[in-house]
């Protein structure tokens, strides 16, 4: 079956650095997507991975290899806005999009 | 408006009542998901839409029925609602069809069946 695996909940201090992995087991591999969803809203884009190596977006880097089944999310500079569920999301060889079920940052000052 | 709306915002339902869930988008996108999400569970595809005139099932298709008349709308139907359909409904679309592009989501309807 296909299966993507995230931590549930992690917790970080404002102004640090936190790394949120993701492991994933699917039919195929046509890219993998980081999420932000705020508690109460709709997720919003983050960041897309189809090669191995890693992505930077200002304070957001998410890097993937694909020989590992394996992503993480990078966040530095960590502010309380940050505190949301982070999704991971990997299109499969049907290009379906296969979702883990998201980590909860809590970010305390 | 800007994006993808979702109607209702929130909604209490008796079981066995019908109910039906709208999606518009004004973006033009071609392709349009519908969602449910449950504590400690992904997202999980009810059915999806690649363009005006089709649908497809997704993961958790039963007891769904969706219809595709035009580009912007995209409702999904509830024919005799059940408690285990208490969820949080999120409404999607893509540019392209087939998963190729970044998913934008709806503000989400969630729903209670009692």
């Known amino acids: 079956g296909q299966n993507i695996d995230q931590p549930t909940e992690m917790t970080a201090t404002e102004g640090a650095i936190v790394q949120i992995n993701c492991t994933y087991q699917?039919?195929?591999?046509?890219?993998l997507f980081w999420y932000q969803q705020h508690a109460g809203e709709a997720p919003t884009f983050l960041s897309y991975n189809v090669l191995d190596g890693l992505e930077e977006k200002g304070r957001f880097s998410s890097f993937l290899s694909r020989s590992k089944g394996y992503s993480y999310l990078l966040l530095k500079e960590l502010q309380m806005k940050d505190s949301a569920s982070y999704l991971c999301?990997?299109?499969?060889?049907?290009?379906?999009?296969?979702w883990g079920a998201g980590t909860k940052l809590i970010i305390k000052p | 408006i800007a994006g993808i709306t979702q109607a209702p915002t929130s909604q209490i339902l008796a079981a066995g009542r019908r109910m039906t869930l709208r999606c518009t988008q004004d973006m033009r996108h071609n392709a349009m998901y519908w969602y449910r999400q449950d504590l400690g569970l992904g997202l999980r595809l009810i059915h999806y839409?690649?363009?005006?005139?089709?649908?497809g099932k997704g993961e958790v298709p039963d007891g769904y029925s969706v219809s595709r008349a035009n580009t912007d709308d995209f409702p999904l139907t509830l024919a005799s609602a059940v408690p285990s359909q208490t969820s949080v409904y999120f409404c999607a679309s893509t540019e392209r069809g087939g998963g190729a592009d970044t998913q934008y989501f709806g503000p989400g309807t969630r729903l209670t069946v009692l």
């Open positions: 839409s690649n363009t005006a005139g089709t649908t």
């Open positions: 699917t039919s195929g591999f046509n890219g």
């Open positions: 999301a990997v299109r499969d060889s049907n290009y379906q999009l296969i």
